[in-house]
């Protein structure tokens, strides 16, 4: 399957080396004529430092493309030509505010959208990344789509409605306080969350991500998380409930100084620790070697 460079009316076009590049200079191509020449998936990426379309007609091409990539450009500012685009990066573009005609978006990248607001229009995106998005108070809606990402959106705090995403980063969202409707999420980062203190209702999750929550200190209920990373959790003090885990980063936890309960650990990170007991670290060394290296 090939990709159209379209030179004339995006000015330059970005696309993968393993993939077959055509370039046409007639810029009056249909997406019929697009069909007919085999050419069914269309990438376009236009760097900021070249110019948009500057006729509807150029949008309404710009538009007919699967793949279209507007990172950081300044000159997005209403985007409604790009509503039946599948995958779209607008992420980094100062001036966009208004994004409610991107309902049927597969694949949306928001990412550093300043001014973007309202994101009730988006329920049905299935991979939205509204990441840096401070503007955003208002996630409620965002309960369908499948994976999200709210990284650093400092202006979230009430997360109750995600529940039933698969794939969640609440990463830097620091005024999120209660996860307790998150136990569902398949793999849920709350890096940096420093408000989250109580996880009991997360001990279902797959994947999960608690470094830095500095205030932190019982995780006993996590003895059935697949992957648990708690980097930085400087007051938690029993690990012992957790050795069924599989993969467990306690990298900085100083307070940990007993892993003698983890020997059965397959993956086990303790970097930072000055403190470990030499005893216990011994008896988990020889439980290692006993049931072999990890798979």
Same mark, same amino acid.
Not at 144 to 151: F, R
Not at 235 to 261: E, K, P, Q, W, Y
């Given at each position: 399957?090939?990709?159209?460079?379209? *030179?004339?009316?995006?000015?330059?076009?970005?696309?993968?080396?393993? @993939?077959?590049?055509l370039?046409?200079?007639?810029?009056?191509?249909?997406?019929?004529?697009?069909?007919?020449?085999?050419?069914?998936?269309? @990438?376009?990426?236009?760097?900021?430092?070249?110019?948009?379309?500057?006729?509807? +007609?150029?949008?309404?091409?710009?538009?007919?493309?699967?793949?279209?990539?507007?990172?950081?450009?300044?000159? @997005?500012?209403?985007?409604?030509?790009?509503?039946?685009?599948?995958?779209?990066?607008?992420?980094?573009? *100062? =001036?966009?505010?208004?994004? &409610?005609?991107?309902?049927?978006?597969?694949?949306?990248?928001l990412?550093?959208?300043?001014r973007?607001?309202?994101?009730?229009?988006?329920?049905?995106?299935?991979?939205?990344?509204?990441?840096?998005?401070?503007?955003?108070?208002? @996630?409620?809606? #965002?309960?369908?789509?499948?994976?999200?990402?709210?990284?650093?959106?400092?202006?979230?705090?009430?997360?109750?409605? $995600?529940? &039933?995403?698969?794939?969640? %980063?609440?990463? =830097?969202?620091?005024?999120?306080?209660?996860v307790s409707?998150?136990? &569902?999420?398949?793999?849920?980062? $709350?890096?940096?969350?420093?408000?989250?203190?109580?996880?009991?209702?997360?001990?279902?999750?797959?994947?999960?991500?608690?470094s830095?929550?500095?205030?932190?200190? %019982?995780?006993?209920?996590? +003895?059935?998380?697949?992957?648990?990373?708690?980097?930085?959790?400087?007051?938690?003090?029993?690990?012992?409930? #957790?050795?069924?885990?599989?993969?467990?980063? $306690?990298?900085?936890?100083?307070?940990?100084?007993d892993?003698?309960?983890?020997?059965?650990?397959?993956?086990?990170?303790?970097?930072?620790?000055? %403190?470990?007991?030499?005893?216990?670290?011994?008896?988990w060394?020889?439980?290692?070697?006993?049931?072999?290296?990890?798979?």
């Amino acid at each position: 399957m090939a990709t159209v460079v379209w *030179p004339l009316v995006l000015s330059f076009l970005d696309v993968p080396a393993a @993939v077959n590049v055509l370039a046409l200079t007639n810029a009056r191509l249909s997406r019929r004529l697009l069909r007919r020449m085999g050419l069914s998936h269309v @990438v376009c990426c236009v760097r900021p430092r070249y110019h948009l379309p500057s006729t509807p +007609a150029g949008w309404k091409l710009l538009g007919s493309a699967r793949t279209v990539n507007l990172r950081g450009h300044d000159g @997005v500012v209403d985007v409604p030509a790009l509503a039946k685009v599948h995958t779209l990066d607008l992420s980094y573009c *100062p =001036q966009i505010v208004d994004v &409610s005609t991107l309902a049927g978006v597969h694949t949306l990248n928001l990412r550093g959208c300043a001014r973007v607001m309202d994101v009730t229009a988006l329920a049905n995106v299935r991979w939205l990344n509204l990441s840096r998005c401070r503007g955003v108070t208002d @996630v409620s809606c #965002l309960g369908g789509v499948h994976t999200l990402n709210l990284a650093d959106c400092s202006g979230i705090s009430d997360v109750r409605s $995600l529940g &039933s995403v698969h794939t969640l %980063d609440l990463s =830097q969202c620091v005024r999120v306080s209660d996860v307790s409707r998150l136990g &569902s999420v398949h793999t849920l980062c $709350l890096q940096g969350c420093v408000l989250v203190v109580d996880v009991r209702a997360l001990g279902s999750v797959t994947s999960l991500d608690l470094s830095f929550c500095l205030y932190l200190n %019982d995780v006993s209920t996590l +003895a059935k998380v697949h992957t648990l990373r708690l980097v930085g959790c400087s007051r938690i003090v029993d690990v012992s409930m #957790l050795g069924a885990v599989h993969t467990l980063d $306690l990298t900085f936890c100083h307070r940990v100084n007993d892993v003698s309960m983890l020997g059965c650990v397959p993956k086990l990170t303790l970097c930072g620790h000055e %403190d470990i007991d030499v005893t216990a670290a011994l008896a988990w060394l020889l439980t290692r070697a006993t049931n072999g290296p990890a798979p």
